[in-house]
């Protein structure tokens, strides 16, 4: 199986700052990466797809670049309701496999 | 309104069974792959299977491949997960999701788009 791993595992930041989250995998996977959203206690939200594509309805403050097997995750600002846990996901091929999870915490 | 609901979850002892039900509304059901993905407490996401619309193709992840099965009833709009000879490490939430493909140019993308509320499956020993 492809392992997905993101880093850092957690990071502190501010209302404002830019964010920046890795994914690496451990084979090349195109652009068949997506970035999740989790909130506690909630499910999980699609943020992005293949690799750089914004899902409808989620703000134009995250972005995402990268291919074969380097990928980030970017906030350019900070806000409050962007404080969770973000991970990726690759659907190259099976099993599908999520990195370890990024908490962004104040 | 888009709406997968969970239900079926609970306690099993070790080595039981349980089957997972998900209700699908307000999209075409038959026409879309369908996956399941579980969360054990304060753990990371695990995708657990998958499920071709028409249920002629299915995936499996190596955790549960055997003791697992997803099924579907596109008549019902029904997904299913079996879970047989379940052990401590199943213990988690276990969601419903749209596995949607999306045409960019000329390349289809799959997505997690839709996500069910979860349903607790705990394994006691």
């Known amino acids: 199986a492809i392992q997905m791993t993101q880093s850092p595992s957690s990071l502190s930041a501010s209302v404002g700052d830019r964010v920046i989250i890795s994914c690496r995998a451990s084979q090349g996977i195109r652009n068949d990466l997506g970035w999740y959203q989790q909130k506690p206690g909630k499910a999980p939200k699609l943020l992005i797809f293949?690799?750089?594509s914004l899902q409808g309805g989620v703000p134009s403050r995250f972005s995402g670049s990268g291919s074969g097997t380097d990928f980030t995750l970017t906030i350019s600002s900070l806000q409050p309701e962007d404080f969770a846990t973000y991970y990726c996901l690759q659907d190259y091929s099976y099993p599908r496999t999520f990195g370890q999870g990024t908490k962004v915490e104040i | 309104e888009v709406q997968l609901v969970e239900s079926g979850g609970g306690l099993v002892q070790r080595g039981g069974s349980l089957r997972l039900s998900c209700a699908a509304s307000?999209?075409?059901?038959?026409?879309?792959?369908m996956s399941w993905v579980r969360q054990a407490p304060g753990k990371g996401l695990e995708w657990v299977a998958n499920i071709k619309e028409d249920g002629g193709e299915k995936n499996y992840g190596d955790s549960v491949k055997g003791r697992f099965t997803i099924y579907r009833d596109n008549a019902r709009n029904l997904l299913y997960l079996k879970l047989n000879s379940l052990r401590a490490e199943d213990t988690a939430v276990y969601y419903c999701?749209?596995?949607?493909?999306?045409?960019?140019?000329?390349?289809?993308?799959?997505?997690?788009?839709?996500w069910g509320q979860g349903t607790m499956v705990t394994v006691s020993s």
């Open positions: 293949a690799a750089s």
């Open positions: 307000g999209f075409s059901f038959g026409s879309t792959w």
């Open positions: 999701v749209r596995d949607t493909s999306v045409k960019l140019n000329t390349m289809w993308y799959d997505a997690l788009d839709v």
